[in-house]
């Protein structure tokens, strides 16, 4: 049973930094494709970063040079590095796993990133 847990959000002052962590249990980490996606109100889930199994990393140009995303395959988790956060960052974020041959998706619960004074 595949299961990714999210951690690390909460509330955080404009020009703050968070990071999150994505645990994976039930799959076999290095097949997968994963990726944070985040999403408000009334709005699209959006993509916001993702890494493949060989270190390729893709970011929405809205976090370029802000957010760093990594992964570590041995320990099944992934990272999301928030630098500069600004109040349109707000939202729900969901970890994200794609297997590479199959494409079959998963989703985290989700956890909640505040960017306020």
């Known amino acids: 049973q595949v299961q990714l847990v999210e951690s690390g959000g909460g509330l955080v002052q404009p020009g ?27 709005k699209q ?14 970011y929405a140009d809205s ?9 570590d395959n041995a320990k099944k988790t992934m990272d999301l590095h928030m630098n500069r956060l ?5 939202a729900v974020y969901y970890c994200h796993a794609r297997e ?12 909640q990133v505040t960017v306020s004074s």
């Open 100 to 111: 590479v041959t199959t494409l079959t998706n998963y989703w985290g619960r989700g956890t």
């Open 45 to 58: 889930r959006e993509l916001v970063a993702a890494v493949t199994n060989g270190g390729m990393m893709n």
């Open 16 to 42: 703050g930094s968070l990071r999150l962590s994505c645990a994976a249990s039930g799959v076999i980490f290095s097949r997968y494709i994963m990726a944070w996606y985040r999403q408000v109100p009334g």
């Open 63 to 71: 976090v370029k040079g802000r957010f760093t995303i990594s992964r």
């Open 86 to 90: 600004k109040p349109e960052d707000t």
